[in-house]
């Protein structure tokens, strides 16, 4: 009778469990799965704007910014903890049009894809940065949609 106690209590105890472990770790590996948030405007072929984002898995990485194909992306907002390099054609490839830091914007760009390197923890890296961020114009929540 004791043993049958025992396990009773035993697999009640797993069902309020694990439950709230497995919702954890699903939260814990989403978080793991990205390192943030690029933001990125472009025009359509009628002119209309269009403001989209990706969130990128991995550093050392290319990714192209869908949507740009026919119309590059003319602003760009890093809101992810990498450097972010931004290229004018598909394939990240040449010279990075700008290097932004974690929090920066650019504007007046024509760019298509993201390469994303980490930064050495305070915010540095060795690569190039052109100082021109123009902070002025930040973007609102309704604008990063």
Not at 23 to 52: I, P, T
Not at 96 to 124: C, W
Request: charged share 30%.
């Amino acid at each position: 009778m004791r043993l049958r106690t025992t396990a009773t209590v035993l697999l009640a105890s797993l069902a309020l469990v694990l439950p709230s472990a497995g919702q954890s770790m699903a939260g814990d590996r989403h978080d793991r799965d990205s390192l943030g948030e690029l933001y990125y405007r472009y025009a359509d072929e009628e002119g209309d704007v269009h403001s989209r984002s990706i969130e990128p898995a991995d550093n050392d990485t290319c990714y192209q910014l869908p949507g740009t194909r026919n119309h590059p992306a003319f602003k760009v907002v890093n809101d992810t903890e990498s450097l972010a390099l931004v290229f004018g054609d598909r394939n990240c490839g040449g010279e990075p049009q700008e290097v932004l830091e974690p929090g920066d914007e650019a504007r007046n760009l024509n760019v298509r894809s993201v390469y994303f390197k980490p930064t050495d923890g305070h915010g540095h890296h060795g690569g190039r940065h052109d100082g021109d961020d123009d902070r002025g114009d930040h973007w609102d929540g309704d604008d990063r949609y």
